[in-house]
């Protein structure tokens, strides 16, 4: 699973690099504003990457992809584009535990099967 999200969270971190480019056009918004939110979000996809196989590291991972969607107010292609990487999230939580718990499996019947060395 980790391998899975993790990709996801990279194409997030670079994704939320090019809406902040996108945000530095608007009038309303300072450049320092646009980097400072940009920047935490981008830092909390990397920091995310080691942390979403602990307890609560789905579900962090879950908010980061609402605050994404919500971005959308701000750069409105990211409504889209939110709603896109919430979708390889869950397949990457959903589809990641599945290949977690076949690995499990194998190792599992492997054991079972392998000779004793004693």
């Known amino acids: 699973m ?3 999200c993790a990709s996801t ?3 997030e971190f670079f994704l939320i690099g090019f809406a902040g480019l996108v945000a ?3 009038p309303d918004l300072s450049m320092g504003t646009v980097w400072a ?3 935490v979000a981008m830092f909390l996809c990397v920091v995310l990457c ?3 196989t602990r307890p609560g590291g789905v579900a962090f991972g879950w908010a980061l992809q609402i605050a994404l969607i ?3 107010f701000v750069v409105p292609t990211m409504f889209f584009m939110g709603a896109v990487f919430a979708a390889l999230w869950w397949a990457s939580v959903h589809y990641g535990r599945k290949i977690d718990e ?4 194998f190792a599992a019947q492997a ?3 392998a000779p004793d060395a004693a």
Do not use: F, N, P, Q
Not at 102 to 105: E, I, N, P, T, V
């Open 111 to 113: 054991e079972a099967s």
């Open 9 to 11: 969270l990279i194409g």
């Open 70 to 72: 919500a971005s959308g």
């Open 50 to 52: 080691g942390l979403v």
């Open 24 to 26: 530095m056009k608007d």
């Open 37 to 39: 939110v940009s920047g």
């Open 2 to 4: 980790r391998t899975l």
């Open 102 to 105: 076949a690995k499990a499996r």
